[in-house]
């Protein structure tokens, strides 16, 4: 087993569930550090919707990582958390959690069932592909070790956060040996805009119970100015489709609905009520509810067009406030990304995660060629196709 996040450690207690002599080996000091980062905002486990609803969260989906989401779902789930004596429960938005709110808890306990079942973890212990014999070949304190092992789960992660573990220097690796690779790109990320000094000085302000649409995507949620861009968990949602446009065109207009729950001619109304000597930003606060922040974001807005928001009349202005343009000019570096698309193809594996070029060795997790949005979907996945792949070599250990 190498890598030790949640695919790999899953797939290391299916397999000494079995019997199986398993040996995780990890390049950093320590397991589990991208899932403890993960936990810092609750640990959303998996989500609560019905599994029809879950698995459109994946975009198309492939056939094989529905499967494994399906033979190990958010009910096995719950139920695993809740074998290693974490209770759980379910917000209000729908997302699961521990009851403890962070992940500690559950890795703890996690690796002490691990050591249980006999589970070794060899850390500091860098991938580095095979040896001309086939053995597993790991830099270890700027020395080489080598290990002999009867089948391989490949659990790499893919290249967010690096310096938890996650670099990706498998790609070159496996791409050597044939393995065929859709190119790594950030998912769930920010977007760099050219902001004035204006929004720059509302920097870190929240966009809250807002809107976003981009061409026929929408969601709704939060957003947060960043000093070069726009972030959270509702521009997250739409990442995969901006990601391309920007890829596409160099940059991508993201509009903003800052009253979604009133309509245009209900704005429209109040923003031609008598102000007196009020500012419009102040009348807009009060009559609107808008915050600073929103303000800045629409005063941006006409600013670029040589068009002072005081100048345009109230149906522009209601116009305006629930279609606010942003240009989005950038994605941020997949370093700073929660997670990535991209990665290993599922035409290049088997129907048990076995590497079609690399016979007896396995990938689950982040080095697949999957993206999801945040709410619980991404460690669902990381956990079953770790389950899958545990799996797919337990039958290549009984079959050859």
């Known amino acids: ?22 040996t995780v080996y990890d390049a950093m000091p320590s397991v589990g550090r991208k899932f403890l980062l993960a936990g810092r905002g609750g640990l959303n486990l998996t989500h609560s ?3 029809d609803r879950f698995l459109t969260r994946y975009g198309a989906i492939d056939p094989l990582l529905k499967a494994a989401i399906e033979h190990f779902p958010p009910a096995a789930l719950r139920a695993w958390a809740e ?4 209770e759980i429960f379910t917000g209000s938005s729908g997302r699961v959690f521990p009851r403890a709110m962070k992940a500690s808890p559950l890795l703890r306990g996690w690796l002490r069932r691990l050591g249980d079942l006999g589970v070794r973890v060899a850390l500091r212990h860098r991938w580095r592909g095979w040896s001309e014999d086939g053995r597993l070949r790991f830099d270890h304190g700027g020395r080489e070790v080598t290990a002999t092992a009867g089948v391989t789960v490949l659990a790499l992660g893919g290249a967010s956060w690096p310096r938890l573990g996650s670099d990706a220097a498998w790609t070159e690796e496996l791409a050597a040996r044939g393995v065929a690779i859709a190119p790594l790109a950030p998912s769930n990320c920010g977007f760099t805009a050219a902001w004035s000094e204006a929004m720059r000085r509302v920097e870190g302000a929240p966009l809250k119970r807002i809107a976003l649409r981009f061409g026929d995507h929408g969601v709704r949620g939060e957003a947060v100015v960043t000093r070069g861009g726009l972030e959270g968990g509702a521009v997250y949602a739409l990442s995969p489709h901006l990601r391309e446009a920007v890829a596409r065109g160099g940059a991508a207009t993201l509009h903003v609905d800052l009253r979604p729950d009133m309509t245009e001619a209900a704005l429209t109304e109040r923003v031609a009520a008598p102000r007196g000597k009020q500012s419009l930003s102040n009348s807009l606060r009060k009559a609107l509810k808008l915050p600073p922040v929103a303000a800045a974001l629409l005063h941006e807005a006409t600013t670029a067009k040589g ?3 005081a100048s345009l009349p109230a149906g522009e ?8 343009p942003v240009q989005l000019t950038g994605v941020q570096p997949i370093a700073n990304a929660i997670s990535t698309a991209g990665g290993i193809r599922f035409d290049a594996v088997d129907a048990h995660f076995m590497l079609k070029a690399v016979p007896g060795v396995f990938a689950a ?13 991404l460690l669902q996945a990381c956990f079953a196709t770790g389950v899958a792949a545990a799996e797919g070599a337990l039958r290549w250990l009984k079959t050859g």
């Open 365 to 377: 997790g982040e080095m697949l060629d999957w993206e999801a949005p945040t709410g619980g979907y």
């Open 1 to 22: 087993m190498i890598g030790g996040g949640p695919a790999g450690l899953m797939a290391a207690e299916v397999l000494a569930r079995a019997g199986i002599a398993v």
């Open 49 to 51: 919707e019905p599994l």
């Open 83 to 86: 074998g290693l004596g974490q």
């Open 307 to 309: 068009r002072p928001l």
């Open 317 to 324: 202005v209601a116009a305006l406030v629930k279609a606010v």
